[in-house]
């Protein structure tokens, strides 16, 4: 294509608010690689635990799926942050892609071969883990490197949330299928095949020569800055702690939804499907609305509603018995995670400095995924002593409480992020108070 023509083509992107990231070249390859792989992820995710609780019956085993899988985030996010703010991007998030790849080639093997056992589903997922603790933090840090134009960072990272959870909405349905039709190995390999179009997408990016900063010679040096960085600055600290909050008394709803799908409103893996595509719509929703504004301004109240409001949702669910409430309940509580969630990041990646971008991301995996395998381990072990409902009801009311603790601290806060939006050019000195 002529540059005129790709010129032309990049700035009719930039007319429609909602996709204006997509005027960057770079940003589109990523856009629709990653669209395709994101729901294969969504497809092994939903057959992996269908796997687990059908070999097993057992909460507690589907609590340490969730476990394995996500406790290498806790564990290596930040040192991971720190070789992100080191490492070459694209080169990282291109290896980890084809590692995620074989891990998928040989779940599918041992699954399709009979072979499968609950010790290879552990041992996988924390593969998985690990190979997702690096790709995380390059991942997000990575997105300010792909779009051509700092304005369209907030668009490009409500974008990334509108895929992750277009991908909700169809991965876990075609799961559902799938998993009824052809089992669970038929899954694994269409995740292995999703892989490619993401490599090829990252292999095929022009970037920009990027200056190079002066950095320590110890690791541990710049882990323990990246720390007192991100925790010395009052709004930074309180959203992290949010997003963790919420990470381990909410987001194991995901592991115990096998249980209410098969024993509490007496289904099976499509009713699994449904539930988490539900979800995934509510998900969807409100990265559509995210992706529809202009400014990061405002996006704090945002977060103390999308907190709230996935806490009630929760509580809600925990107590119906019957489908079409499970799934407006589930749609709701999809909303407010993807609020909290992509305001979180949002407000993270515009107060950051550029040179510590990559640790900071690295704790933003900590609180979303690390924290989650521990609230994995907690929720299947109350699941197994007082049941699944009475554990998704006070997850829900935790979070609701985080919320609330947020709105009362803000007013503080507020007044130590406007000079950053300030310094940034998001306000002038003359604009009112956020």
């Given at each position: 294509?002529?540059?005129?023509?790709?010129?032309?083509?990049?700035?009719?992107?930039?007319?429609?608010?909602?996709?204006?990231?997509?005027?960057?070249?770079?940003?589109?390859?990523?856009?629709?690689?990653?669209?395709?792989?994101?729901?294969?992820?969504?497809?092994?995710?939903?057959?992996?635990?269908?796997?687990?609780?059908?070999?097993?019956?057992?909460?507690?085993?589907?609590?340490?799926?969730?476990?394995?899988?996500?406790?290498?985030?806790?564990?290596?996010?930040?040192?991971?942050?720190?070789?992100?703010?080191?490492?070459?991007?694209?080169?990282?998030?291109?290896?980890?892609?084809?590692?995620?790849?074989?891990?998928?080639?040989?779940?599918?093997?041992?699954?399709?071969?009979?072979?499968?056992?609950?010790?290879?589903?552990?041992?996988?997922?924390?593969?998985?883990?690990?190979?997702?603790?690096?790709?995380?933090?390059?991942?997000?840090?990575?997105?300010?490197?792909?779009?051509?134009?700092?304005?369209?960072?907030?668009?490009?990272?409500?974008?990334?949330?509108?895929?992750?959870?277009?991908?909700?909405?169809?991965?876990?349905?075609?799961?559902?299928?799938?998993?009824?039709?052809?089992?669970?190995?038929?899954?694994?390999?269409?995740?292995?095949?999703?892989?490619?179009?993401?490599?090829?997408?990252?292999?095929?990016?022009?970037?920009?020569?990027?200056?190079?900063?002066?950095?320590?010679?110890?690791?541990?040096?710049?882990?323990?800055?990246?720390?007192?960085?991100?925790?010395?600055?009052?709004?930074?600290?309180?959203?992290?702690?949010?997003?963790?909050?919420?990470?381990?008394?909410?987001?194991?709803?995901?592991?115990?939804?096998?249980?209410?799908?098969?024993?509490?409103?007496?289904?099976?893996?499509?009713?699994?499907?449904?539930?988490?595509?539900?979800?995934?719509?509510?998900?969807?929703?409100?990265?559509?609305?995210?992706?529809?504004?202009?400014?990061?301004?405002?996006?704090?109240?945002?977060?103390?509603?999308?907190?709230?409001?996935?806490?009630?949702?929760?509580?809600?669910?925990?107590?119906?018995?019957?489908?079409?409430?499970?799934?407006?309940?589930?749609?709701?509580?999809?909303?407010?995670?993807?609020?909290?969630?992509?305001?979180?990041?949002?407000?993270?990646?515009?107060?950051?400095?550029?040179?510590?971008?990559?640790?900071?991301?690295?704790?933003?995996?900590?609180?979303?995924?690390?924290?989650?395998?521990?609230?994995?381990?907690l929720a299947g072990y109350l699941a197994g002593w007082i049941g699944a409902s009475w554990t998704l009801l006070l997850g829900g009311l935790c979070?609701?409480?985080?919320?609330?603790?947020?709105?009362?601290?803000?007013?503080?806060?507020?007044?130590?992020?406007?000079?950053?939006?300030?310094?940034?050019?998001?306000?002038?000195?003359?604009?009112?108070?956020?």
């Amino acid at each position: 294509m002529p540059s005129k023509d790709r010129e032309r083509f990049a700035s009719s992107f930039r007319t429609l608010p909602i996709w204006r990231a997509l005027g960057s070249r770079n940003y589109r390859l990523f856009f629709g690689g990653q669209g395709v792989s994101l729901i294969g992820t969504w497809v092994q995710r939903v057959a992996l635990y269908w796997l687990a609780y059908r070999l097993t019956d057992s909460a507690v085993v589907l609590g340490a799926v969730g476990f394995a899988g996500n406790i290498p985030a806790f564990v290596l996010s930040p040192v991971a942050g720190v070789l992100a703010d080191r490492w070459d991007l694209r080169r990282s998030l291109i290896v980890a892609q084809v590692l995620a790849l074989v891990q998928a080639l040989v779940l599918a093997w041992l699954t399709v071969t009979g072979a499968v056992a609950v010790w290879h589903i552990l041992a996988l997922s924390a593969v998985l883990g690990v190979i997702n603790a690096f790709d995380m933090p390059a991942r997000q840090a990575f997105v300010v490197q792909m779009v051509d134009r700092a304005e369209d960072l907030s668009n490009a990272i409500a974008l990334n949330s509108f895929l992750v959870n277009g991908a909700r909405l169809l991965g876990p349905v075609a799961a559902g299928v799938l998993v009824a039709v052809v089992g669970e190995g038929t899954c694994f390999v269409l995740n292995a095949v999703s892989y490619v179009p993401v490599i090829a997408a990252l292999v095929a990016m022009r970037m920009a020569p990027r200056a190079r900063r002066e950095r320590s010679e110890s690791l541990t040096r710049d882990l323990r800055e990246g720390f007192a960085y991100a925790f010395g600055f009052a709004p930074i600290r309180a959203l992290l702690v949010l997003l963790g909050l919420s990470s381990l008394m909410g987001m194991p709803y995901a592991t115990l939804m096998p249980i209410f799908a098969k024993d509490i409103l007496s289904g099976g893996p499509y009713t699994l499907g449904l539930l988490l595509a539900s979800s995934g719509l509510g998900a969807l929703i409100g990265a559509t609305y995210l992706a529809s504004r202009s400014s990061v301004v405002g996006l704090e109240r945002i977060t103390i509603a999308g907190t709230a409001l996935f806490g009630l949702s929760l509580a809600a669910f925990a107590g119906s018995s019957v489908l079409w409430l499970s799934l407006a309940m589930m749609l709701l509580s999809g909303l407010g995670m993807m609020l909290q969630m992509a305001a979180t990041n949002t407000l993270l990646q515009t107060l950051v400095d550029d040179d510590k971008r990559g640790r900071v991301m690295s704790l933003y995996t900590m609180a979303f995924l690390g924290m989650s395998p521990f609230g994995s381990l907690l929720a299947g072990y109350l699941a197994g002593w007082i049941g699944a409902s009475w554990t998704l009801l006070l997850g829900g009311l935790c979070c609701v409480l985080g919320a609330l603790v947020f709105a009362i601290r803000w007013p503080a806060l507020r007044r130590l992020v406007q000079p950053v939006y300030v310094r940034k050019g998001i306000l002038s000195e003359a604009s009112p108070e956020i």
